[in-house]
């Protein structure tokens, strides 16, 4: 599977921005989809997750109440709608698909990724 996100940009502290993962074969509605992120320095690191069927999501401690993870299985797209963004959610934003069908949070679990896209808020 290819994965190719996008929809990142610069925005002030307090906006909204909604990024899109869009998937390449037909096996997409299959597996649990993640959303990464990684700030200059640091680990990458979970940000949410979504079920194959979109029943099921996860988020880090971080994002939980400001971000929404979602998915288009007609599509083949996800999505991760970001609310109060907050300076400390500048990063690159990966979308990755997991092994399995869960929401899983566990960076293992996924096996393909796609190049990211930045994500900066001012403050």
């Known amino acids: 599977v290819q994965l190719q996100a996008s929809g990142g940009g610069v925005v002030q502290a307090g906006g909204s921005l909604r990024l899109s993962c869009a998937a390449s074969g037909n096996t997409f509605s299959s597996y649990g989809m993640g959303w990464f992120r990684q700030a200059p320095g640091k680990e990458r690191e979970f940000v949410a997750a979504i079920s194959w069927r979109g029943r099921n999501s996860n988020y880090a401690d971080s994002v939980e109440g400001r971000f929404t993870v979602s998915r288009d299985n007609a599509k083949n797209m996800v999505y991760l709608q970001m609310n109060s963004l907050k300076p400390e959610d500048t990063a690159v934003y990966y979308c990755?698909?997991?092994?399995?069908?869960?929401?899983?949070?566990?960076?293992?679990?996924?096996?393909?990724w796609g190049q990211g896209t930045l994500v900066t808020v001012s403050s």
């Open positions: 990755a698909r997991a092994r399995n069908q869960r929401a899983t949070m566990v960076r293992s679990d996924f096996d393909s």
